[in-house]
């Protein structure tokens, strides 16, 4: 599991590369969820962002709907009993985002994002380089597929 911050959302719609892990991995069993909070700001700041680039925003709904079916919007009663820890963690950056925080910490995983102001906090953080290497060993968790390291050298 992995909990996404409203960033990872927007480039999900915004471009392809995300998208593409996100239906490469979900379909593999990979469990993605994100406040329903990181949902409401990909939604106030796609109009702008989509226009910026000549885009049209008529099917915004639908690729926010679509994005729902990866990527499970999680409630604040799920994440809230954490919002003072998160909040304490993120001091003296941008608190704000402290319900994805709060979010990683209730559910004990990783998070993943651009942004670094989630460094330091003591919860594991990804950003879309990176990301693969988690997500492919979460899969072959799921899979039940532990590869010992003969198995994954290449044949000569």
Not at 5 to 27: K, M, P, Q, T, W
Not at 79 to 100: F, I
Not at 106 to 130: I, K, M
């Amino acid at each position: 599991m992995l909990v996404l911050d409203a960033n990872i959302l927007i480039r999900a719609v915004l471009g392809r590369r995300v998208r593409e892990i996100l239906e490469v991995y979900a379909s593999h069993g990979i469990r993605f969820v994100a406040p329903d909070v990181a949902y409401a700001d990909a939604q106030r700041y796609l109009p702008v962002l989509l226009t910026k680039r000549g885009k049209s925003g008529t099917d915004l709904a639908a690729t926010l709907r679509y994005l729902q079916s990866l990527v499970e919007p999680i409630q604040s009663e799920m994440y809230q009993p954490h919002q003072e820890d998160a909040r304490e963690r993120l001091r003296g950056r941008d608190e704000g985002d402290w319900p994805v925080l709060a979010a990683a910490l209730a559910l004990n995983c990783p998070l993943w994002t651009e942004d670094t102001d989630f460094f330091g906090t003591g919860v594991a953080v990804w950003t879309t380089d990176r990301v693969e290497i988690l997500l492919r060993s979460q899969m072959r968790s799921t899979e039940g597929q532990v590869l010992s390291p003969a198995e994954t050298e290449e044949p000569e």
